[in-house]
C-alpha cells in the first residue's frame, strides 16, 4: 500500500515540493508524487525477492520443492484448517500451543511467555482512559463516522511498514 497525495497536496491545498537528493534514488517514497516506472520495478523486484525467499523455506520446512509449495499456494492466504488440509501446516494451536511446540523441539521444559500490552482492567475501559486520542480524534470520529478507523490509519502511514497484507475491508469486533 502506498498512498499518493500528491493531488490531495498539490491541488487542494497548494502545497509546492522542491527535492533536492543526493542520487536518483533519493526521492523514493516520498508522497508528494507517485512512484516512476523504475521505482515501481524496484518495488516488484523486491516483493518478487521476498515471496520467493518465503515460499522456498516453505517448501525447505514442508519437504517439497519450491514448484510444488507455488502449485498449491500461488500466494493466496489460507485459513487454518485449509492449510492443515493441504499439509502447509503440522497441527491448529495459537500462541501457547506454538510455544510449548518451540520448548519441545528445543528440548527445554522451561518456558515463559508474557502479554504485551498489559490488558486493561475493567475499570479503565470503562471510564475511557485508555483512549489515547485527542478533541481533534472525537471531530474526526464524527466527521467519518464509521469510516474513521480506516482513516485514522493514514495517521500512522509513515510509521507503517511500507510493504504489507491486508484484508480489502476493515474487521471490527464488538
Known sequence: MFPDVSGLLKEKLG???DEVGTNANSGFGTLSRPFNAEEIAYLERYIDRGYKL????????????D???EKIAQGHVFSGEDALKIKLVDQ??????AVKKAASLAKTKSIYTKSYPEPVNWLDQLLGEVRNE????DKLRAEFGTYYEAFSIL????????????????????
Open 92 to 97: 491448529l494451536g495459537g500462541l501457547d500451543a
Open 15 to 17: 502545497v509546492k515540493f
Open 134 to 137: 485527542s478533541y481533534l480524534d
Open 67 to 69: 514448484q510444488q509449495v
Open 54 to 65: 518465503f515460499r522456498h523455506r516453505v517448501a525447505e520446512g514442508r519437504g517439497m520443492t
Open 155 to 174: 495517521k500512522t502511514i509513515n510509521k507503517q511498514s511500507a510493504i504489507q497484507a491486508r484484508l480489502p475491508y476493515m474487521l471490527k469486533i464488538n
